[in-house]
């Protein structure tokens, strides 16, 4: 028994000390100054747009399908004008591709759709 708490002391003398060791380092760490940039930046502000009115009809509109080339989207996009210019005849149905993906302006083909696009279906991918 004598042994089991001569033991026990020396243990808590020996936490102890090791408590007071760690107290010394975390003093020093504490004494030093680190500067932590952020990688991002800061991004620009966002500019709100309004979104657009809903056109009362389709009837005699140029709606047009914009495909940004995501792979395969062309079939889904062609169907999707099939089934649209069944049902709606009176509509004109106009398929772009948008070339170099989503990332990219095209200014041509935005200059076009301004000036005889009533509408716009744009695919994104996933």
């Known amino acids: ?27 020093s760490e504490k004494d030093s100054v680190l500067t932590v940039l952020n ?19 389709l009837k005699g509109k140029t709606i047009y399908i914009v495909n940004d080339g995501y792979p395969g989207s062309n079939i889904l996009l062609g169907e999707l004008k099939a089934v649209l210019e069944g049902k709606y005849p009176d509509t004109k149905f ?3 591709e948008k070339p170099g993906g989503f990332g990219r302006e095209d200014e041509a083909l935005w200059k076009e759709m ?13």
Do not use: Q
């Not at 033991?7 to 020996?14: A, D, E, K, N, P």
């Not at 991002?40 to 009115?53: E, Q, V």
């Open 1 to 27: 028994m004598k042994f089991r708490n001569l033991l026990t002391g020396v243990l808590c003398i020996g936490l102890s000390c090791g408590f007071l060791i760690a107290d010394a380092f975390a003093a």
């Open 39 to 57: 990688p991002l930046g800061t991004p620009p502000p966002i500019k709100l747009k309004a979104m657009a009115p809903r056109l009362e009809t």
């Open 94 to 96: 106009v398929y772009r």
């Open 114 to 126: 301004e000036e005889k696009a009533d509408a716009m279906i744009i695919a994104l991918g996933h």
